[in-house]
């Protein structure tokens, strides 16, 4: 099996084993627990996940999108870093452990990861669900609180994924600054929702401002030309459900559609996108209507008619999220 794909079939098989021993009454009401926390009062003061029952409901109602939405920054983030790995991953606020998940499904190979966390339950049962991988086995889960105290060991890449959101705006600089003290890539990624937005995009200046450059999914470093409160960019990620997502939702959708806002920001020389499809490409008879983020910072609609022969086909298949237009596929090398 292929070792990227692999990791994915791995995370879903241990979190399935996560619910088994926790009885579904019990699962499904701290799954609410945890969404009444989530819309109440952050930044929190004392952590969310206080025992085992919230973190099993974390990990199996929130891992999976988690570790889409972020798998889905990393991808954007290889392809404008082609042949770069992470030689070692520091995961700020990993909880169970999503991200070091999704390190795992975009790069292949082993490589020292250290996941940082105030909750001791989240990492105990992170430490857990890793033991089903022999990549993400030696894993290290520490506690770590994050504030103006925090330094990170020198790390190639740290991701900071949804925890922007329970912290200070003191804290939520801390975290970045000492990410961008750290380490050669920087991958932070919030809800898709105008407040998650804002802090990626307040990430984002900080990071430029400590000379980083923007990797994705923005197609250049400048300021982002949405106008603050009319929109904002965010993307969307693909979530086959779990049968503790039925329960708890209702309805027999076997997916859903995680929103996700992200910035990837590295100090290595990196080719962003020529242009970024920043919502779902509208497909019309005989044509194509693309929302793109341009790399002379404009935010344009294109329209790819049939006229426009391969990039039409290109158009048909494009999807949210995709560099535009797609990378050329590498050509076979000629006949001796
Ligand atoms: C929504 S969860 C995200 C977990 C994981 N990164 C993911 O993407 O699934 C937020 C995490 O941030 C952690 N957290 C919140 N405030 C923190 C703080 N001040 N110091 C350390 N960890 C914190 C929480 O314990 C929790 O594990």
Redesign the pocket.
């Given at each position: 099996m292929d070792e990227l794909l692999g990791a994915s079939g791995v995370l879903r098989g241990a979190l399935a084993g996560v619910l088994e021993g926790l009885p579904a009454r019990q699962a499904s009401g701290a799954v609410e627990r945890l969404i009444a926390s989530?819309r109440g009062d952050t930044?929190?003061h004392a952590?969310?996940?206080r025992d085992r029952a919230d973190v099993a409901a974390?990990a199996a109602y929130?891992?999976p999108a988690?570790?889409e939405a972020?798998r889905g920054a990393l991808a954007a983030f290889a392809e404008a870093v082609p042949g770069w790995a992470p030689g070692s991953h520091v995961?700020v606020?990993?909880?169970?452990?999503?991200?070091t998940w999704a390190v795992r499904a975009t790069w292949e190979g082993a490589r020292p990861v250290t996941v940082?966390?105030?909750?001791e339950p989240?990492l105990d049962l992170g430490r857990e669900i890793a033991g089903a991988d022999p990549l993400l086995r030696e894993a290290r889960w520490q506690r770590?609180?994050?504030?103006a105290a925090l330094t990170l060991d020198p790390a190639d890449l740290v991701t900071v994924?949804?925890?922007l959101g329970?912290?200070t705006e003191a804290?939520r600089a801390a975290v970045v600054d000492a990410a961008a003290a750290a380490a050669q890539a920087v991958v932070v990624?919030e809800p898709g929702t105008p407040d998650g937005y804002a802090r990626v995009i307040a990430a984002r200046d900080r990071l430029i401002a400590a000379g980083f450059r923007v990797a994705a999914p923005c197609p250049h470093s400048a300021a982002c030309p949405i106008v603050p409160g009319t929109d904002w960019c965010h993307f969307s990620a693909r979530v086959s459900r779990s049968s503790l997502h039925r329960q708890v939702k209702g309805g027999s959708l076997a997916y859903e559609d995680e929103k996700f806002s992200y910035v990837a920001a590295t100090r290595l020389p990196a080719a962003p996108a020529p242009a970024r499809i920043v919502r779902r490409p509208q497909i019309r008879k005989g044509q194509v209507l693309l929302d793109l983020c341009e790399a002379d910072e404009q935010l344009r609609r294109r329209t790819v008619t049939k006229r426009h022969g391969d990039l039409y086909k290109a158009a048909r298949d494009a999807d949210w999220g995709d560099d535009w237009p797609p990378p050329a596929p590498p050509t076979a090398p000629a006949e001796p």
């Open positions: 989530y930044p929190t952590p969310i996940l974390y929130r891992m988690t570790f972020v995961d606020g990993g909880g169970t452990g999503a991200a940082l966390d105030w909750a989240a770590a609180r994050i504030g994924s949804y925890v329970e912290l804290d990624v």
